[in-house]
């Protein structure tokens, strides 16, 4: 996926990414886009969360499985400052949901940056007449994620349970 917002540059997930920083942190890359050659530095804190999964994630990389996926990079500092993306490759379920996932670099947090890369991926999914459903899951514990969500339409729909999060809130934004 690649996206503008005012603010962020929505860059792909590219297998060099993710063997970039398992190499090393900070790294740079430089990455091709619609408009040139942007360089990305990748701080220690990137991608937060999701760093223990990455190995898995290079291992069975699948650009087709990835290409929902992105690299928030600050336009002003050409800075990584989170990561987001729709699951399974942003192929809709049989009822035409697609889940996604985001995170930011804790010195990113309460800026609005979430708001901004989330909306344009929603807006983006929402877009394709396959894609009826847009879905979310947020830790109870995590209510700055709930305030993103509400923000940009959504509703909670039910409860889960996840393993590493704890009780989840389930969120759907609807065409």
Known sequence: M?????????????????????????????LPTPDGPLTVTYPPAWPGDLLPLLPARLAAFDPERERWSATLVERATGTAIGQMGAKGG???????????????????WGQGYATEAVGALVTALLARPEVRRVT????????????????????????AWDEDDGDLTVWARAR
């Not at 503008?4 to 430089?30: D, H, K, N, S, Y």
């Open 2 to 30: 690649y996206a503008c917002t005012p603010r962020l540059v929505l860059v792909p997930l590219t297998r060099e990414v993710i063997a970039g920083r398992l190499a090393q942190a900070p790294f740079t890359a430089t």
């Open 90 to 108: 942003g192929v809709p379920n049989e009822a035409g949901d697609v889940e996604i996932g985001y995170g930011l670099n804790p010195d990113a």
């Open 136 to 159: 979310a899951h947020t830790a109870v514990t995590n209510p700055a994620s709930a305030r993103v969500l509400e923000k940009l339409g959504f509703v909670p729909v039910g409860t």
